[in-house]
């Protein structure tokens, strides 16, 4: 199957693939919204990287370079996804692989992701890809309210 699979960068026509992928993740939001943040993240010099298969888009991974003030920058995974009737042939391995070519074109010699604790599959995919689990955290998050 993998073979068939075309790798490529994301293009805002793609959008509404993208949308309805993300849905997969518990993300539900119109193609519009998508194809005008996918703009925006590409101009800011982050990536997503799109599985093809016969035009159809069956998975796609998001990332961009993470810079700390005290550690050399790495890759971040901010999202990765694949149909669920196309898992285990390998795509999320041709995305990440994808992702991971990228990172080192641009100077950087690590990747690292967050997973959600309950996504146990995922963790056993990351981690036959050479992943090692660092920390568990607690993520805070605030919502800030326009006074318009």
Known sequence: MANQIEI???SPEDASA????ALQLGHKEEAGKVRDRLLLLLSKGQV????VEKRQIVGWVHGYIYSLL???PMGEIAALVVEKGYRRMGIGRMLVEAFEQWVKAKGCNG???RSNIKREE????YQAL???????????????LNDH
């Open 130 to 144: 050479g992943y090692d689990l660092v920390k568990t955290q607690h993520i805070f998050s605030k919502e800030l």
């Open 8 to 10: 490529r960068k994301a």
């Open 111 to 113: 990747v690292f992701l």
């Open 70 to 72: 005290y550690q050399e």
């Open 48 to 51: 997503v990287f799109v599985a």
């Open 18 to 21: 993208l949308a309805d992928l």
């Open 122 to 125: 995922a963790h056993k995919f």
